[in-house]
């Protein structure tokens, strides 16, 4: 990831086993549950396999809601696929797929089963 200028994200959730299911379900991918600290810390893998990107968190500091960054995953060529996931799994469609620009890609937003604000871009 040294080429990504976002290199970790911690997504605040109030139901870890809720939002687990729903990322699992959107991202098609499965969430390892690392200990750290003596905490659980359900980690998303990264495109190569070999280590993570992200984690799903429950800490004093944070809550889930809408107040926050918005976080853009790439969708690739599968956006409105993983639109239908997104509110299959619980989720929100926020706005949908638009074009940013002509040659930029397109965008979409969606709310996550916390209350999360969240967006998708992809080539599609």
Known sequence: ???ELVNWIEIPVA????????????FQFKIVELSVGGL???CFPNRAGDG??????????????KR?????????????????RIV????KIIQN?????????YSSIF???EGNMLALQGTN
């Open 1 to 3: 990831m040294a080429n």
């Open 15 to 26: 139901d870890v086993a809720r939002a687990k299911s729903f990322y699992e379900s959107v």
């Open 40 to 42: 659980k810390y359900p």
């Open 52 to 65: 993570f990107c992200g984690a799903l968190v429950q800490y004093d500091y944070t809550a889930p809601g």
């Open 68 to 84: 926050g960054p918005l976080v853009y995953f790439d969708s690739g060529d599968a956006m409105e696929e993983m639109l239908s």
């Open 88 to 91: 299959a799994a619980g989720g």
């Open 97 to 105: 797929r638009m074009e940013i620009a002509p040659g930029y890609g």
């Open 111 to 113: 709310e996550d089963t």
